[in-house]
């Protein structure tokens, strides 16, 4: 079981990926604006973080690294409604396991989301 942080302010997409990730058995928490998520990612212990590019109150791609400043180093994939290739590749560059489009962030959730807690098991 992982403890993902969900920060993104289409609260439909939070909650059918809550329900997906809670029946896979994972353990969701939700946030809703940018600075909402850093907290909770300070305060908490996460294994994974799903973050939006467009926030109401910034841009998630230019707060990765206040996500990785959390206590517990968590693993970042990207959700974006706007597909972008330079995006892509600067989140990738900052340390981000995906960059996944919104329209099949449930269908294409599954390998990336396998793979960055495999990495992060095997880092431990």
Same mark, same amino acid.
Request: proline fraction near 5%.
């Given at each position: ?26 353990? +969701?928490? #939700? *946030? ?12 908490? =212990?996460?294994?994974?973080? &799903? @973050? ?35 995006? +892509?590749? #600067? *989140? ?12 099949? =962030?449930?269908?294409?959730? &599954? @390998? ?13």
């Amino acid at each position: 079981m992982a403890a993902i942080l969900i920060v993104d302010d289409d609260t439909m997409l939070v909650e059918m990926l809550t329900t997906h990730l809670e029946r896979a058995g994972h353990q +969701a928490t #939700m *946030a809703f604006t940018l600075s909402s998520g850093v907290e909770q990612a300070r305060n908490g =212990v996460f294994d994974l973080i &799903l @973050l939006d590019v467009q926030l109401p109150d910034g841009n998630g791609l230019n707060a990765i690294p206040y996500f990785f400043e959390a206590v517990s180093r968590p693993e970042i994939i990207i959700m974006t409604g706007s597909g972008d290739p330079d995006g +892509a590749k #600067m *989140a990738i560059r900052y340390g981000a396991w995906s960059y996944l489009e919104k329209p099949h =962030v449930l269908r294409d959730l &599954l @390998l990336p989301l396998t793979r960055a807690l495999q990495y992060r098991e095997e880092k431990k």
